[in-house]
C-alpha cells in the first residue's frame, strides 16, 4: 500500500463524519484490491500492516480510519523536536519493506491473517497486537501479548501446510490497548498556560507497528502543516492523558476535509 492509497484513505475518514467507526475488514479489502491494481507497475517494496496497530485516530473527528499500511509516515521528523517516552521504552519502530509477491502469494497471505485475527477473537483472551504480511516470502508475522495459545500455535501448523509460514513474536500492548490509547490522545488540547503551544493542535494518533505503544502528531491549526517543535509541556499533557502506555509525539500533517 503506497501514499497514495494512504492519503485516500484518511480523506475518507474525514469526509464521511456520520460515520462513527469504519469497517476494517472493508477496507482491508479496499487495500488489497488497489495493490492488485499496481502489481504490475509498481517497482519497490511491500509489508501490509493487517491490525489495528495500523490504524489512526484523526483528531478532531473522534472517529478511527483501518489502513491496510503501515503506521502513516505522513509526519515531518524533526530531530530533536521529536518528544520520545526515554530509552528505557521501546522504539515504536516501522517495519522494512520486503520484495513484492505475486498476486496469488497476496491472496495467500490475506488468507491465513485472516484466519489468524478470526482464531484470535474467538478466544477468551484476545491479545493480538499486529498482523504483518509478507507476500514475497509467504509469511505472516503475528505480534502477540503474553504466551501465544495453542489454538494459534495449530493454526500455524496447518498454515504452513497450505505453504504459508506463521511466526510469532512479542508485544507490548494490544491492538485494543493502543486503540484506548489513540481515543484519549486526540482528545488533549493544547495547554492554554503554555505559550509554546498555543496554535497547535493534535493532529492524529497511530499505533505503533512493533506494538510497544502510540505515535501522536502536532501540527499548526492554522493550516494543518507540521509543528516546528513539539512543545514539552504539550507532549506532557498528552502523556497524561494516555497514562502509563509509551507515547511518541512529533511534528505532523494535519488531514483536511476534501
Given at each position: 500500500?503506497?501514499?497514495?492509497?494512504?492519503?485516500?484513505?484518511?480523506?475518507?475518514?474525514?469526509?464521511?463524519?456520520?460515520?462513527?467507526?469504519?469497517?476494517?475488514?472493508?477496507?482491508?479489502?479496499?487495500?488489497?484490491?488497489?495493490?492488485?491494481?499496481?502489481?504490475?507497475?509498481?517497482?519497490?517494496?511491500?509489508?501490509?500492516?493487517?491490525?489495528?496497530?495500523?490504524?489512526?485516530?484523526?483528531?478532531?473527528?473522534?472517529?478511527?480510519?483501518?489502513?491496510?499500511?503501515?503506521?502513516?509516515?505522513?509526519?515531518?521528523?524533526?530531530?530533536?523536536?521529536?518528544?520520545?517516552?526515554?530509552?528505557?521504552?521501546?522504539?515504536?519502530?516501522?517495519?522494512?519493506?520486503?520484495?513484492?509477491?505475486?498476486?496469488?502469494?497476496?491472496?495467500?497471505?490475506?488468507?491465513?491473517?485472516?484466519?489468524?485475527?478470526?482464531?484470535?477473537?474467538?478466544?477468551?483472551?484476545?491479545?493480538?497486537?499486529?498482523?504483518?504480511?509478507?507476500?514475497?516470502?509467504?509469511?505472516?508475522?503475528?505480534?502477540?501479548?503474553?504466551?501465544?495459545?495453542?489454538?494459534?500455535?495449530?493454526?500455524?501448523?496447518?498454515?504452513?501446510?497450505?505453504?504459508?509460514?506463521?511466526?510469532?513474536?512479542?508485544?507490548?500492548?494490544?491492538?485494543?490497548?493502543?486503540?484506548?490509547?489513540?481515543?484519549?490522545?486526540?482528545?488533549?488540547?493544547?495547554?492554554?498556560?503554555?505559550?509554546?503551544?498555543?496554535?497547535?493542535?493534535?493532529?492524529m494518533a497511530a499505533g505503533c507497528t512493533d506494538g510497544?505503544?502510540?505515535?501522536?502528531?502536532?501540527?499548526?491549526?492554522?493550516?494543518?502543516?507540521?509543528?516546528?517543535?513539539?512543545?514539552?509541556?504539550?507532549?506532557?499533557?498528552?502523556?497524561?492523558?494516555?497514562?502509563?502506555?509509551?507515547?511518541?509525539?512529533?511534528?505532523?500533517?494535519?488531514?483536511?476535509?476534501?
Amino acid at each position: 500500500m503506497n501514499e497514495t492509497d494512504v492519503k485516500d484513505l484518511f480523506t475518507s475518514a474525514v469526509a464521511h463524519p456520520g460515520v462513527d467507526r469504519i469497517d476494517t475488514d472493508a477496507v482491508l479489502r479496499g487495500g488489497r484490491r488497489r495493490r492488485r491494481l499496481r502489481v504490475a507497475a509498481t517497482v519497490g517494496t511491500v509489508v501490509a500492516v493487517v491490525a489495528v496497530a495500523g490504524s489512526l485516530v484523526v483528531g478532531g473527528t473522534r472517529q478511527p480510519g483501518i489502513i491496510a499500511g503501515p503506521t502513516p509516515s505522513a509526519s515531518v521528523s524533526t530531530g530533536p523536536s521529536v518528544v520520545s517516552p526515554g530509552p528505557s521504552a521501546g522504539r515504536c519502530r516501522d517495519f522494512a519493506g520486503t520484495a513484492n509477491g505475486s498476486i496469488k502469494d497476496q491472496d495467500a497471505v490475506d488468507a491465513t491473517a485472516d484466519r489468524v485475527r478470526a482464531a484470535a477473537r474467538a478466544l477468551p483472551t484476545d491479545n493480538l497486537s499486529v498482523l504483518i504480511v509478507h507476500p514475497a516470502g509467504l509469511t505472516v508475522e503475528v505480534l502477540w501479548v503474553g504466551p501465544v495459545p495453542k489454538p494459534l500455535t495449530d493454526l500455524a501448523s496447518r498454515e504452513a501446510a497450505r505453504g504459508v509460514t506463521v511466526t510469532f513474536a512479542p508485544a507490548d500492548y494490544t491492538r485494543a490497548q493502543m486503540q484506548a490509547a489513540m481515543d484519549r490522545a486526540v482528545q488533549v488540547q493544547a495547554p492554554a498556560d503554555d505559550p509554546a503551544s498555543q496554535g497547535l493542535k493534535v493532529a492524529m494518533a497511530a499505533g505503533c507497528t512493533d506494538g510497544s505503544g502510540i505515535k501522536v502528531t502536532i501540527a499548526q491549526k492554522a493550516n494543518g502543516q507540521p509543528a516546528a517543535a513539539v512543545p514539552p509541556a504539550f507532549a506532557a499533557a498528552i502523556r497524561a492523558r494516555v497514562g502509563e502506555m509509551p507515547v511518541w509525539v512529533e511534528p505532523g500533517w494535519a488531514i483536511i476535509p476534501a
